[in-house]
């Protein structure tokens, strides 16, 4: 009979630190696997973040160097504009002067002739 208590007395002793022990383990493995689910989530909200960062800089980053262009383009043209303008004023008033000019020598030489 002795033996029989020995022997259930340490089963029961032995299964209650294998379940203890189990159960240790078995809880740090559930909330190590959570932790690695909540991280992992983090990461991937993170990485998507960070993804969606970089397309719209990208975006931004188009629209500017777009607009930087259109800006420059009408800088040039209006520039050029300018230049052209100015270059025909320049000859308009070259001409004008030179065709007073001509009218000028014209009706001295025909004072000088007498007309």
Same mark, same amino acid.
């Given at each position: ?17 294998? !379940? ?5 383990? !078995? ?6 696997? !959570? ?81």
């Amino acid at each position: 009979f002795r033996s029989i208590c020995d022997f259930w007395f340490c089963s029961f002793w032995l299964g209650y630190f294998w !379940f203890h022990h189990f159960w240790f383990w !078995f809880s740090r493995f559930c909330f190590g696997f !959570f932790w690695f689910c909540f991280v992992w989530f983090w990461f991937c909200c993170d990485w998507f973040w960070f993804s969606n960062g970089c397309f719209w800089f990208s975006n931004d980053w188009f629209w500017f160097s777009s607009d930087w262009f259109w800006f420059s383009n009408g800088w040039f043209w209006f520039s050029s504009d300018l230049f052209w303008l100015c270059n025909g004023w320049f000859w308009f008033c070259c001409n004008w002067f030179s065709l007073s000019y001509f009218w000028f020598c014209i009706l001295l030489c025909l004072f000088e002739l007498g007309y």
